[in-house]
């Protein structure tokens, strides 16, 4: 093993010790322009070396305004169970979500919490345009 190696994987055992993710988690949308009514694809991508506790279907959408993200009001009927699920390293999942056809042009993005080794955070996705 070189120097290199070795300095490298100590770094690694002592991040790990300090609770560090040691990556990242990803949310995003398959496209980055949409309609109103158009049906996407959110991902959430667990780029950590540890698991990630997620739930998607309490998913937020944002638009964006003058004076910051403004949080949309849910569009969805749907019941959510209020769990917890599970997503290992390098896992991805995915939902099929539709627009809502009243929605004005503008920059949007989606909000959802994640959850590593018992601290939450609000992971958003990139920003994606509504045009019509």
Not at 101 to 117: A, K, Q
Not at 122 to 129: G, K, Q, T, V
């Amino acid at each position: 093993m070189t120097r290199w190696s070795m300095v490298l994987c100590s770094a690694v055992v002592w991040l790990s010790a300090c609770g560090s993710p040691l990556g990242d988690a990803e949310l995003k949308t398959d496209e980055a322009e949409y309609a109103p009514g158009s049906e996407l694809t959110l991902s959430l991508h667990n780029e950590s070396f540890e698991k990630l506790g997620y739930n998607l279907c309490g998913v937020s959408l944002q638009r964006s305004t003058e004076a910051g993200w403004e949080t949309l009001p849910a569009e969805r009927q749907e019941v959510c169970q209020s769990i917890l699920l599970s997503l290992g390293p390098g896992e991805a999942e995915s939902v099929s979500l539709t627009l809502a056809g009243t929605l004005p042009e503008g920059e949007y993005r989606f909000l959802t919490r994640v959850e590593w080794d018992g601290e939450r955070e609000e992971l958003a996705s990139p920003p994606f345009r509504v045009v019509r």
